[in-house]
């Protein structure tokens, strides 16, 4: 008896030690937010889901004054919300300013409540900053690109605080890899990666 007591302790001994190693190897990533403003969010979803460290990407709506809006509703021009994507990212492999040099790239920021084929504010181009230090690296990073911006027109892109992020109805959700065939078609006829050509030249998101 003594014998088998000895070997229950020390199986369970093992199984303490195994439990701890396991949640140790198990403990979650620090990870951080980010919320970007360019117009379709299909489209920013697809240009920022193949971003090196960047986790998840979630179409919504943010910058207005309803809650819980829908897409008719914000379609309606009636809510203030913008189409946004909330980017889940490891900043160990990728900083929040090498994605807003990277979301720069991916958009139209001379064009105030439209971008490319879509008009209306909910398609203005925005950065919500999700505290001080991302605000901080926003702004620099606009005005920055003031001084080498390689087109002459003016940057309308708002720079602000965000607010409450809305998920977007699911069906929008990986819309660009549900409807691959609508989607590209949306795409190129709304004339997105033409004009992004003519604006950075060699500079431009590659889609």
């Known amino acids: 008896m003594k014998l088998l007591r000895s070997i229950r302790a020390a199986l369970a001994v093992l199984l303490v030690a195994g439990s701890t190693g396991a949640f140790a190897q198990g403990s979650p990533m620090a990870t951080a ?40 509703q914000v379609s309606a021009k009636k809510t203030g ?15 929040y300013a090498q994605l807003v040099e990277h979301f720069w790239r991916t958009i139209d920021p001379t064009t105030k409540d439209s971008q490319f084929c879509d008009a209306g504010s909910p398609y203005r181009t925005a950065i919500f900053a999700q505290d ?15 001084k080498t911006k390689p087109f002459k027109e003016p940057i309308v892109t708002e720079v602000v605080r965000g607010g409450v992020f809305y998920p977007a109805e699911e069906y929008h959700q990986d819309y660009y890899k549900k409807n691959p065939i609508r989607y590209k078609y949306y795409r190129t006829s709304c004339g997105r990666d033409a ?13």
């Not at 991302?134 to 990073?141: D, T, V």
């Not at 004009?195 to 889609?207: C, N, P, S």
Request: hydrophobic residues 40%.
């Open 81 to 95: 919300h913008a189409e946004v994507v909330q980017i889940v990212f490891d900043p160990s492999k990728v900083s």
């Open 33 to 72: 937010k980010a919320v970007f403003a360019g117009g379709c969010f299909w489209c920013v979803e697809s240009d920022f889901d193949k971003v090196p460290g960047v986790i998840s990407t979630t179409s919504g709506y943010t910058g207005g004054t309803v809650a819980m809006p829908t897409y008719e």
């Open 132 to 146: 001080d230090t991302q605000l901080k690296i926003a702004q620099e990073s606009k005005a920055a690109l003031e």
């Open 195 to 207: 004009r992004l050509q003519q604006l950075w030249g060699a500079q431009a998101v590659k889609h």
